[in-house]
């Protein structure tokens, strides 16, 4: 719930982590919490993410096998980023500032799908509307809802799973929306599946 806030919620703290995530820095969180996890995965997951929160819902059940996986995978990724820098004579400097524009493309519309959309475990997404060649760079990324509701369809074929009349908010608009900041809450939680445990309120 980064979009939203209760009246008991620290509301620096949601602006922070919202802004943060407009700006880019959601994205560097991703490979330096696979190196902090690969170094020290029962301190995180007992120390930092241990809490009843999604964080720790998302790493209670992580297994040893797991954490070696992602051992070997960056392992992998420092050598092949050394390979290429090497063989091609690139520049570190430039790489880091690729990936810094990167970062902020992703971190900004990772969250635009999902942004001030209903409280709800499927439907709690949206199914934006962007022109073709947009849609197309995007892989049908603005079709998150239709994602939601059948994720054992390739996003190659989400469009058609939307009727003709659909009603869908401007990707433009939408993503612009986001600038203006969180918003207070007055949704209930939404239900959980059956048999899923409960989370505390985040």
């Not at 170094?39 to 954490?67: C, D, H, W």
């Amino acid at each position: 719930m980064f979009d939203l806030y209760y009246p008991h919620d620290n509301r620096l703290l949601k602006y922070l982590r919202w802004y943060g995530i407009l700006c880019g820095m959601f994205w560097p969180l991703i490979p330096l919490g696979a190196v902090l996890f690969s170094l020290l995965p029962r301190f995180l997951r007992e120390k930092i993410f241990g809490q009843p929160k999604s964080t720790g819902y998302m790493f209670s059940n992580i297994r040893m096998a797991a954490v070696w996986a992602v051992r070997l995978e960056l392992l992998a990724i420092v050598s092949f980023f050394t390979a290429i820098h090497w063989l091609l004579g690139l520049n570190w400097t430039h790489t880091l500032i690729l990936y810094a524009c990167f970062s902020f493309n992703w971190s900004t519309r990772q969250y635009v799908g999902h942004a001030f959309s209903k409280r709800d475990i499927i439907d709690g997404a949206w199914n934006l509307r962007h022109n073709r060649l947009m849609s197309a760079i995007l892989l049908h990324g603005e079709y998150d809802k239709n994602h939601h509701r059948r994720s054992d369809v390739s996003w190659y074929y989400l469009p058609q799973l939307s009727p003709p009349d659909e009603a869908r908010p401007s990707y433009f608009k939408h993503y612009w929306r986001q600038w203006l900041g969180p918003r207070p809450n007055s949704e209930p939680e939404p239900a959980l599946p059956p048999g899923e445990p409960a989370m505390a309120s985040r």
